[in-house]
């Protein structure tokens, strides 16, 4: 299966739903390294050179999503990193085509099911698998 880089960044203390979403793809196959709270976008890309992952997730409780997920993207391209980057939480509908804009590749807003979480980050990382 793929292997699945997942950070909380900034200042957001709350990783119950990341947990969980981390758990739901280690039993669907998965291998998911999990970054922990407080991460910053080098951490984050530091982490993504070290560990090669087919796709990164990003999860958001604290409102700011559209600064770290911007300042992720610019540090990936800085580094020639190109992966699938989706992100999830506490994030405004109205937010989701500005952050696909941005080069998001998906975002899931709060109430999302397990299995549809597993399978569309499953469909985002086979695009990177074997590249």
Not at 91 to 99: G, K, Y
């Amino acid at each position: 299966m793929s292997r699945i880089l997942l950070a909380k960044m900034g200042l957001d203390c709350h990783d119950t739903g990341i947990v969980i979403v981390a758990e739901l793809l280690r039993n669907a196959g998965h291998d998911v390294i999990y970054l922990g709270l407080h991460n910053d976008a080098k951490a984050v890309v530091r982490a993504a050179a070290q560990e090669d992952p087919d796709a990164i997730g990003v999860s958001f409780l604290s409102g700011q999503h559209m600064t770290q997920m911007r300042l992720l993207l610019e540090a990936m391209r800085r580094e020639g990193l190109a992966m699938p980057v989706f992100c999830g939480g506490v994030i405004p509908r109205d937010d989701a085509d500005a952050l696909r804009a941005q080069g998001v590749a998906d975002v899931f807003f709060p109430g999302t099911l397990g299995p549809a979480i597993v399978d569309r980050i499953g469909r985002l990382a086979r695009r990177t698998e074997g590249v």
